[in-house]
């Protein structure tokens, strides 16, 4: 499939925008049903939608394709039209590697929400976010007793060498003297 999306194009640039516009115009940002947010490439092509996850993890598989280094970065979205708020839940993106120019950003969830943006997320993000952790199938340090994490975002807890999921969470920010700051509550219940 990148090889199709890419046919004629010689440039790390002009094959990944090509990569980018095909994602853009295949899937459809949708959470309903099952199955989404899960970042499994085969689930994006059949669906045809999904979350964040979905659309950077179809983007990757297809640059890596095509042999363009690309990594999976996932973090927290903050409002920006606010000086505090909760934070419902997280938000990722991926980035794709150009000899020329370095790492290189796009966000085509986003720009799939906000269409007079597509130009602008190829290539760019918003200040309104902030990053977590790159990569998937992680290991943490010390390393984890389970499996790999598909991708790392939220506490991961062990007791006795097993997961332990019984764990809540609260994420928010405030802009405190013009300075965000963010806060993660966790609770052990």
């Not at 459809?28 to 996850?53: E, Q, S």
Request: hydrophobic fraction near 35%.
């Amino acid at each position: 499939m990148g090889g199709e999306v890419t046919e004629g194009k010689t440039s790390t640039l002009d094959k990944s925008r090509a990569i980018y516009d095909y994602v853009f115009s295949t899937l459809r940002y949708d959470k309903t049903g099952t199955g989404w947010g899960r970042g499994d490439v085969l689930y994006a092509c059949d669906a045809k939608k999904g979350n964040c996850t979905d659309f950077h993890s179809l983007f990757i598989a297809m640059a890596r394709s095509q042999g363009i280094p690309a990594r999976f970065e996932i973090g927290f979205p903050i409002p920006a039209d606010k000086n505090s708020a909760e934070i419902a839940g997280y938000h990722c993106w991926a980035e794709f590697f150009d000899p020329q120019h370095g790492w290189i950003p796009v966000d085509i969830s986003e720009a799939w929400k906000h269409p007079e943006k597509k130009d602008y997320f190829f290539g760019a993000h918003d200040d309104n976010r902030v990053q977590f952790t790159v990569g998937r199938d992680l290991e943490l340090n010390p390393k984890q007793s389970g499996k790999p994490l598909n991708y790392f975002i939220y506490p991961y807890v062990e007791v006795a060498g097993k997961e332990y999921s019984n764990v809540s969470d609260a994420f928010s920010f405030s802009d405190v003297a013009g300075t965000s700051t963010a806060s993660i509550n966790q609770h052990r219940d």
